[in-house]
């Protein structure tokens, strides 16, 4: 497929099924469906940015009139799958004014001291914006799981909490994006050293990455329960490729572009009669006929 396929394409190549949930039956360097080369992905970022930016406005005028849906993208990887990279490429497409970005790292003192889900309730998008989650309530069935953290009767039963939960914010009117980016063990090698070898990178570094690295396999079994326990209808999981940086940007831009057109939002129709408000508008503004000099008129008013 070209780098036009369609929305219908991209949503079902990568959706996570039963004989696809593990990520080994996933290549994380493969271009399935859309541009075979960064040149063409290049090529269609500009009609994907502005089709994004119109959807995004009609989402956004929505909420402010009185709508009850939102969007909510949840980034899930390996370190260096390149999180924060897509944060930066694709929500960089979208109006900020209607982004809420949330980042979730080790969890604080405060934190631990509620349920896991409390820090996610609090960062959700509200009616009309696009929330974007750089890792997720799914690190308490990932790093909680392969690290230890909690018994393996609490973690097991968080795989029904979450689903109970997504439904519920199905609901809700929150629609849910959740894309797991897939990179290779040997592409997270280069961009380790990468963060190593470039000074303005060694700050993404810690010493503590050559652990979880060792426990990549074990990785990959939580994630592969994870795919295959929490993509439901009402919150699908999609794989990402993601060894090329350029194709992975492309598909969650376009999985994003997808969404949104199911989703289909309406700009409101407004409340008043608009011919009444334009002919009053015409009639009675002072300022007809071009700027009144502050000379002869005084300052203008204030507010």
């Known amino acids: 497929m070209g780098s036009g396929a369609s929305s219908a394409q991209v949503l079902h190549v990568l959706r996570v099924s ?16 859309g541009p075979r080369s960064k040149a063409a992905a290049r090529g269609c970022r500009s009609a994907v940015a502005r089709r994004l930016g119109r959807l995004q406005e009609a989402l956004y005028a929505e909420g402010v009139r009185g709508g009850r849906r939102s969007l ?3 980034l899930q990887g390996m370190d260096t799958a390149g999180k924060g990279g897509t944060v930066r490429h694709v929500a960089g497409l979208l109006n900020p004014l209607g982004l809420r970005i949330a ?10 001291g509620h349920h896991f ?12 914006r696009i929330g974007v989650f750089d890792r997720s309530h799914y690190e308490d069935v990932l790093v909680a ?9 609490v973690w097991r039963a968080r795989f029904d909490e979450i689903n109970d939960f997504e439904s519920e914010l199905a609901d809700q009117g929150v629609t849910l994006v959740k894309c797991f980016l897939h990179v290779s ?15 303005t990178k060694r700050w993404k570094y810690h010493p503590d990455d050559l652990a979880v690295r060792a426990r990549w396999d074990d990785y990959q079994r939580a994630y592969a329960d994870v795919l295959l326990r929490c993509s439901t209808p009402a919150a699908p999981w999609y794989v990402v490729p993601s060894d090329r940086k350029w194709y992975r940007d492309w598909v969650v831009a376009r999985l994003l572009l997808a969404t949104l057109e199911r989703m289909a939002p309406r700009f409101p129709e407004p409340d008043f ?12 503004d002072p300022w007809r006929g ?9 300052p203008a008013g204030g507010g």
């Not at 980042?103 to 631990?112: A, I, K």
């Not at 009669?273 to 009675?284: C, I």
């Not at 071009?290 to 005084?298: K, L």
């Open 18 to 33: 039963p004989d696809t949930a593990d990520p080994a039956a996933w290549d994380p360097r493969a271009t399935p469906v």
């Open 72 to 74: 909510l993208l949840v």
């Open 103 to 112: 980042s979730f790292g080790r969890p604080t003192e405060e934190e631990l």
């Open 117 to 128: 889900l409390w820090r996610i309730r609090r960062e959700l998008p509200p009616p009309g």
């Open 145 to 153: 799981r392969v690290e230890g953290l909690v018994p393996e009767h």
């Open 185 to 199: 063990p040997e592409e997270q090698r280069e961009r380790l050293l990468a963060r190593l070898d470039r000074p």
């Open 273 to 284: 009669d608009v011919a009444e408000e334009r002919a009053r508008l015409l009639s009675a």
């Open 290 to 298: 071009g700027r009144p000099s502050t000379e002869d008129n005084g």
